[in-house]
Antibody
Framework: QVQLQESGPGLVKPSQTLSLTCTVS??????????WSWIRQHPGKGLEWIGY???????YYNPSLKSQVTISVDTSKNQFSLKLSSVTAADTAVYYC????????????????WGQGTLVTVSS | SYVLTQPPSVSVAPGKTARITCGGN??????VSWYQQKPGQAPVVVMY???DRPSGIPERFSGSKSENTATLTISRVEAGDEADYYC???????????FGTGTKVTVL
């Protein structure tokens, strides 16, 4: 059973870059149809898709965040990562990594499983 | 951008049926997924392809959709069903994964 675990700093200063890593265990990150996603949830609010990456490296981003976001994959470590640049207080959120489900041609139809999430606070 | 609208809250007595709606323009043409999120936990998918249940999800959970509304139905509601529920679709017009506004289900 695949499990995902986020890691990274819990506090980031405004204007800096938020960096998180998701480690995949219990299965390989590489495989046909394997897309790996980042999703965030602002405190007390709903869910917002950030983007996903195919195991081969192709990336797909939320258009509203595209200028800030870079997602990369390291298949040798079974990890994928998120970088969000020029952060502000509005980027304070719980960040989840998740595996895309039913994915084909750059589109995923659900997300399962999810990591437990990690709270990142943007503050000086 | 594509918007999915859910009622903020639904209250239901134990043993009764809860229906959570997700409204979106022409949502009937899209594949809808539903998630359950309990306090302090990550979301868990409870429905995908609008009416398919993942293994481990009780048969009490079912999904349906019409032209502009998708519905998650929870039959014989239990206290453990109390949670936030989100719908989700892929919107091809904006190349974006879109989540609904979320519904808090309270078991009375």
């Amino acid at each position: 059973q695949v499990q995902l675990q986020e890691s990274g700093p819990g506090l980031v200063k405004p204007s800096q870059t938020l960096s998180l890593t998701c480690t995949v265990s219990g299965g390989s990150i590489s495989g046909d149809g394997y897309y790996w996603s980042w999703i965030r949830q602002h405190p007390g609010k709903g869910l917002e898709w950030i983007g996903y990456i195919y195991y081969s490296g192709s990336t797909y981003y939320n258009p509203s965040l595209k200028s800030q976001v870079t997602i990369s994959v390291d298949t040798s470590k079974n990890q994928f990562s998120l970088k969000l640049s020029s952060v502000t207080a509005a980027d304070t959120a719980v960040y989840y990594c998740a595996k895309g489900g039913g994915c084909t041609g750059g589109v995923c139809y659900w997300f399962d499983p999810w990591g437990q999430g990690t709270l990142v606070t943007v503050s000086s | 951008s594509y918007v999915l609208t859910q009622p903020p809250s639904v209250s239901v007595a134990p043993g009764k049926t809860a229906r959570i709606t997700c409204g979106g323009n022409n949502i009937g043409s899209k594949s809808v997924s539903w998630y359950q999120q309990k306090p302090g936990q990550a979301p868990v998918v409870v429905m995908y392809y609008h009416s398919d249940r993942p293994s481990g999800i009780p048969e009490r959970f079912s999904g349906s959709k019409s032209e502009n509304t998708a519905t998650l139905t929870i039959s014989r509601v239990e206290a453990g069903d109390e949670a936030d529920y989100y719908c989700q679709v892929w919107d091809s017009s904006s190349d974006n994964e879109v989540f609904g506004t979320g519904t808090k289900v309270t078991v009375l």
